[in-house]
């Protein structure tokens, strides 16, 4: 099944590192970060891993749960586990599902048969709380994720969610926004109080609220 933006997240019910999961019921009302690597025991999933328990602080700031996914078993989840706490100096608190069997990998279209013929890519959704993706990034094996852009991702995501403008490239958290093109440069001037830059009439700037 391919996903793709905008479309409801599918629930599912898995083992994990932690014990039995209903996706939904994990959720509740926050955000989810879901996402995929290729096995465990591998260095580069190793420091992912790490990464993503070394910023547990700011995804809970931020409401969000964190949801990691390989085709390995739970015990090797949990052996795996301790070598991630060691070598990269965090505590693993989220759950790793146990996909054995691959029914949610092929749900989330986590294995591209071409890339690597029988384990997943490093794929990552984000989920709004009403359960809708918001965003979905796929890399190769050999490129470990920057955790800061999913993290900069959710800051827009939460931002600007029907408020009438956008982030600009390598925009960052305090910087200015990006106002929508459906909004009149007049109107702008009401809606943003703290000033609306005109660059052009399509390209107008205003501090983030
Ligand atoms: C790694 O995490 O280092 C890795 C995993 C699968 C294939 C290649 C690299």
Redesign the pocket.
């Known amino acids: 099944m391919s996903i793709k933006l905008g479309d409801t997240a599918p629930n599912f019910q898995a083992k994990t590192s932690i014990g039995d999961i209903d996706f939904y019921e994990f959720l509740g009302d926050s955000w989810g970060v879901l996402f995929s690597?290729?096995?465990d025991y591998?260095?580069?999933?190793t420091t992912e891993l790490g990464a993503t328990a070394a910023f547990q602080g700011e995804f809970e700031k931020r409401n969000v749960k964190v949801l990691a996914l390989s085709v390995d078993g739970v015990e090797s989840h949990k052996g795996w586990i301790k070598d991630i706490n060691e070598t990269q100096n965090v505590d693993v608190q989220y759950p790793i599902i146990a996909d054995e069997n691959r029914e949610v990998s092929n749900l989330y279209d986590f294995i591209h048969p071409n890339a690597?013929a029988t384990?997943t890519v490093r794929s990552l959704l984000v989920i709004g709380p009403d359960k809708k993706v918001k965003l979905i990034i796929t890399y190769p094996?050999?490129t470990g994720r920057n955790f800061h852009e999913i993290i900069r991702v959710i800051d827009s995501l939460q931002l600007t969610e029907n408020q009438g403008f956008s982030t600009p490239a390598n925009w960052k958290q305090g910087e200015d926004v990006v106002i929508s093109p459906k909004i009149s440069t007049e109107e702008a001037k009401q809606k943003f109080p703290k000033g609306v830059r005109e660059l052009k009439p399509y390209l107008r700037f205003t501090p983030a609220p």
Do not use: G, L, R
């Not at 591998?42 to 999933?45: N, R």
């Open positions: 690597h290729p096995a591998t260095p580069v999933c690597i384990a094996a050999s």
